[in-house]
C-alpha cells in the first residue's frame, strides 16, 4: 500500500523557486516566513473589513476575518506543535518538531483570504449570478467544461489558492513563493472542480474543490513535491496532506466557540445555554473549578472558551496521532472535530449556531442585499467587459466603467485579454477581493445612489 512520508511532506521547497532552499535557521523557518509573507500581504490586510458571521456589524467587539484568522493561526500552531512533538519521537526524524507548528499557523493564516465579500452568502452569490445571469452567459460561450464550472462554482478556497500562488507577488513565479508543505497544508480539498468519481466519493477533502483549472499545474507540482497520493490516475486529485487536518481542526474549533461566545456577548443566546453547551465539549478535568468565583458573566464565559480550546486541541491531537497510519494511507478522511469523544457536543453548538446567530433577522437582511451589491458589481462590470470585447465600437460608459477597474484585473495597457476564461476570473479577483465597505460604496456609486463625497 502507497503512503506518504513525513521527509517529504515537511519539504521546505518553495513554489516558483528552482534554487535549493535556504539551510535550516530555528530562529525563523522557512515556515515562519511564509506566515511572514501571508501577514504582510495586503490580502491579508484587506480581512479587517470581511465578515466572519455578523456582516458590517456595529459592535467593534464582534470578530472580523482577520480576528478569526488569527486565531485560527495560533490554534494551528499549537495543535502542529503538539502532533509534531510526538510524530518526530515515533519517526525518529531529524527536523525541529516546531516545523509542525508553523505549517499549520502559516496555512491557517491564509485560509481565508479568498472569501469574498459578506462571507459564504458573497460565495453563494457570485454562483447565482454566474449561472442565472444573460450577461453571464454570454460571457461564458466559448469557455471549456472545466473552466465553466470553475466560475459557476466560484469557490473561496480554490480563491485563496490563486491568490497565493499568482495574484499576491505576480511578479514572481508562485505568487508569494510559500513552501510546498504549506500550500499543501493549506489546501483542504486537494482536487479540481471537475474530476471524475467525486460523486461516488465520501470523503470530506472531495466535497468541494480547492484550486482552479488555471492554477492546476500549480498544485500539480505542490502534490509532486510534498508526495500526496493520487485518488485517479490522470485526474488532477489526490488525498489530502495530513497537516490540512490540522488546519481544517483548529478552523472548526475556532469558529464554533468564538461564534458561540459572539452570539452570547450580542443576547442570541443565554448564559446558562452558552455556559452548559461549552462545557459539554470537555472532559471534566478540563472544566475550570472555581467557575463561580468569577462575579461576571461575560469573563466567565470567556474563561470556559479557553478551557474548551485547550481541550478541543488535546482530543484533536490524540485522534490525529490514534489515526497517523490511516492518514498517510490516505485512507482516513473524516474533520478531526467529528471524531473526537465529545462530538455530539460540537454538532449541537452547529446546529444551535445555524439557528439562533446564523440566521438572525439583521444578518439575514445583509446577506440578502450582499447578493443585489455583488450581482450588481458583476452586471455592471462584466457587461462592460462584454461590450468592449464584442468587436463593435464599446459604448462611452462601458469604457469609463472599465477605468474603475484596476489594472491587473483589465489587462496591459487596459485592453482586456482575448481568452474569455481570463479576462471572467480578472473580473472576479476584483469583485472577491473588495471589502465589505468597499464593495457596498461602489455599488452606490456606479448605480448612481451615492456620488463621489457624498
Not at 519521537?89 to 502559516?106: C, M, T, V, W, Y
Not at 491564509?110 to 450577461?135: C, K, M, Q, V, Y
Not at 487536518?245 to 443565554?270: H, K, N, Q
Not at 485579454?417 to 479576462?423: N, V
Amino acid at each position: 500500500m502507497h503512503t506518504m512520508n513525513w521527509p517529504q511532506l515537511l519539504t521546505s521547497d518553495q513554489l516558483g523557486r528552482e534554487s535549493k532552499p535556504r539551510v535550516y535557521d530555528s530562529a525563523r523557518s522557512s515556515f515562519r516566513r511564509d506566515g511572514d509573507r501571508v501577514t504582510f500581504s495586503s490580502a491579508f490586510r484587506r480581512l479587517q473589513d470581511k465578515t466572519q458571521v455578523f456582516p458590517l456589524a456595529d459592535n467593534d467587539y464582534v470578530r472580523t476575518r482577520l480576528t478569526h484568522s488569527l486565531e485560527v493561526a495560533s490554534v494551528a500552531r499549537s495543535l502542529g506543535a503538539r502532533v509534531g512533538a510526538d510524530v518526530c519521537k515515533r519517526h525518529q526524524l531529524q527536523e525541529n518538531g516546531g516545523d509542525f507548528g508553523d505549517i499549520a499557523s502559516a496555512a491557517a493564516l491564509a485560509h481565508d483570504l479568498g472569501n469574498p465579500p459578506f462571507g459564504h452568502s458573497g460565495e453563494d452569490a457570485i454562483r447565482h449570478w454566474f449561472i442565472n445571469s444573460t450577461i453571464a452567459a454570454r460571457a461564458k460561450e466559448n469557455l471549456t467544461e472545466g473552466q465553466r464550472v470553475d466560475i459557476e462554482r466560484y469557490e473561496g478556497n480554490a480563491q485563496g489558492f490563486r491568490l497565493v500562488t499568482r495574484l499576491q507577488m505576480p511578479d514572481n513565479r508562485g505568487g508569494l513563493q510559500l513552501t510546498c508543505a504549506t500550500l499543501g497544508a493549506f489546501t483542504k480539498y486537494p482536487r479540481a472542480s471537475v474530476v471524475a468519481g467525486t460523486d461516488s466519493y465520501h470523503g470530506a477533502s472531495a466535497k468541494k474543490f480547492g484550486f482552479y483549472q488555471g492554477e492546476a499545474e500549480h498544485f500539480a507540482t505542490v502534490a509532486s513535491r510534498c508526495g500526496l497520493i493520487s485518488r485517479a490516475d490522470g485526474e488532477a486529485w489526490w488525498a489530502r496532506h495530513p497537516l490540512a487536518f490540522l488546519v481544517e481542526a483548529a478552523d472548526d474549533i475556532c469558529y464554533r466557540l468564538v461564534d458561540f461566545e459572539d452570539g452570547f456577548r450580542l443576547g442570541y443566546l443565554s448564559y446558562l445555554e452558552t455556559r452548559d453547551l461549552m462545557l459539554e465539549t470537555m472532559r471534566p478535568a478540563h472544566r475550570p473549578k472555581r467557575l463561580d468565583e468569577i462575579p461576571n458573566e461575560t469573563r466567565r464565559i470567556q474563561l470556559i472558551r479557553a478551557m474548551a480550546i485547550g481541550s478541543a486541541i488535546e482530543e484533536c491531537a490524540e485522534v490525529f496521532l490514534s489515526r497517523e497510519t490511516d492518514i498517510l494511507a490516505g485512507t482516513f478522511d473524516t474533520p478531526l472535530i467529528d471524531a473526537v469523544e465529545h462530538a455530539p457536543a460540537w454538532e449541537e453548538i452547529i446546529r444551535i449556531s445555524r439557528e439562533r446567530i446564523y440566521n438572525t433577522p439583521r444578518g439575514v437582511e445583509i446577506e440578502a442585499a450582499g447578493f443585489e451589491v455583488l450581482g450588481g458589481l458583476l452586471d455592471v462590470f462584466v457587461s462592460a467587459l462584454n461590450d468592449v470585447c464584442s468587436g463593435a465600437k464599446p459604448s462611452p460608459r462601458s469604457r469609463k466603467l472599465l477605468q474603475l477597474v484596476p489594472l491587473e484585473n483589465i489587462g496591459p495597457n487596459r485592453v482586456p485579454d482575448p481568452d474569455p476564461y481570463i479576462r471572467l476570473m480578472r473580473m472576479l479577483d476584483f469583485v472577491s477581493g473588495m471589502t465589505d465597505r468597499y464593495a457596498v460604496t461602489l455599488y452606490k456609486k456606479v448605480r448612481g445612489i451615492s456620488l463621489p463625497g457624498q
